[in-house]
T-cell receptor, first 117, second 110 residues
Framework: DAGVIQSPRHEVTEMGQEVTLRCKPI?????LFWYRQTMMRGLELLIY????????DSGMPEDRFSAKMPNASFSTLKIQPSEPRDSAVYFC???????????????FGQGTRLTVV | RKEVEQDPGPFNVPEGATVAFNCTYS??????FFWYRQDCRKEPKLLMS???SGNEDGRFTAQLNRASQYISLLIRDSKLSDSATYLC???????????FGTGTSLTVIP
């Protein structure tokens, strides 16, 4: 497996534009997470899905952010309209189900570095 | 209160030194614990799990103190290649959410 694949790797956009980030999880993983990382706040969980269903979106900063997972192999995170304070690295990660004390490693994509000017 | 709190550092240590990081967590129902490593401009990757009895992997030792709700990572004989950000992670027993600390930055100096 090629691992978690995110696209684009870098995105520069103007304030007010719509931005769509994409993620392909590892096949067979039934959990998918979207994180945002900044120097000030570290790695923040935005939303996560289990079997394509959003479980917890309490980390989504505001209504400008939305995420979908139409099938087991694809998810999107959309920001519309984008603002300069949205500039960050956005990571997608996938894991299999955690069972007891079993190791369920979170595999991260390489991230999308978003700059909103 | 944050789920997981870490001292952000930075820790600057000479090669060969021993360095320790601590991390506290707020939810006593936390079930699983890990240390991840993140290199500059890269994604986080699993370094090691943390077991109740403590565990060692070469120069790295992880420990868990459930009573005080903290986990630790000890690195012995630091190498230049250990320079990175170390993130502690907890998972609750009520779900599969990975809660990450903000990370502790380590620089090993020649």
């Amino acid at each position: 497996d090629a691992g978690v694949i995110q696209s684009p790797r870098h995105e520069v956009t103007e304030m007010g534009q719509e931005v769509t980030l994409r993620c392909k999880p590892i096949s067979g993983h039934d959990y998918l997470f979207w994180y945002r990382q900044t120097m000030m706040r570290g790695l923040e969980l935005l939303i996560y899905f289990n079997n394509n269903v959003p479980i917890d979106d309490s980390g989504m900063p505001e209504d400008r952010f939305s995420a979908k997972m139409p099938n087991a192999s694809f998810s999107t995170l959309k920001i519309q309209p984008s603002e300069p304070r949205d500039s960050a690295v956005y990571f997608c990660a996938s894991t299999p189900t955690v069972r007891d004390r079993g190791i369920a490693e979170a595999f991260f994509g390489q991230g999308t570095r978003l700059t909103v000017v | 209160r944050k789920e997981v709190e870490q001292d952000p550092g930075p820790f600057n240590v000479p090669e060969g030194a021993t360095v320790a990081f601590n991390c506290t967590y707020s939810n006593s129902a936390s079930q699983s614990f890990f240390w991840y490593r993140q290199d500059c401009r890269k994604e986080p990757k699993l370094l090691m799990s943390v077991y109740s009895s403590g565990n060692e992997d070469g120069r790295f030792t992880a420990q868990l103190n459930r009573a005080s709700q903290y986990i630790s990572l000890l690195i012995r004989d630091s190498k230049l290649s250990d320079s990175a950000t170390y993130l502690c992670v907890v998972i609750h027993n009520t779900g599969n959410q990975f809660y990450f600390g903000t990370g502790t930055s380590l620089t090993v100096i020649p």
